[in-house]
């Protein structure tokens, strides 16, 4: 068992920085595939970013290629989303998510495949 819990979320203005972490507790994560999705109100659930276990290839959605950046640090069991040039679009409740698997195949662009998830931690973008 995994549990995770993410912090990091806050309100802040279009093209700022955030943050986000997240935390992982039970077992080890180096071998899994970790990932971020969000999910607006109102709208599904969404893949932002992923990172394969082991050889840590990193996946983006192509809504924050080259504005995000994920991240994991094994020692500590934790990973991170580095949001860079936040847009309102931008605004959801943001999940970190773990699946037991390592390498990253196209299903793990969806949600369905995922082993645990967070709580979710919340990014407000103003205008």
């Known amino acids: 068992q995994v549990q995770l819990v993410e912090s990091g979320g806050g309100l802040v203005q279009a093209g700022d920085s955030l943050r986000l972490s997240c935390s992982a507790s039970?077992?080890?994560?180096?071998?899994?595939?970790m990932a971020w999705f969000r999910q607006a109100p109102g709208k599904e659930r969404t893949f932002v970013a992923g990172?394969?276990?082991?050889?840590?290839?990193?996946y983006y959605a192509d809504s924050v290629k080259g504005r995000f950046t994920i991240s994991r640090d094994n020692a500590k069991n934790m990973v991170y989303l580095q949001m860079d040039g936040l847009k309102p679009e931008d605004t959801a409740l943001y999940y970190c998510?773990?699946?037991?698997?390592?390498?990253?195949?196209?299903?793990?662009?969806?949600?369905?495949?995922?082993?645990?998830w967070g709580q979710g931690t919340q990014v407000t973008v103003s205008s």
């Open positions: 998510a773990a699946d037991e698997n390592s390498y990253f195949r196209d299903l793990h662009y969806t949600d369905i495949v995922y082993d645990y």
């Open positions: 039970g077992r080890g994560i180096s071998s899994k595939i």
């Open positions: 990172i394969s276990g082991i050889i840590n290839d990193k």
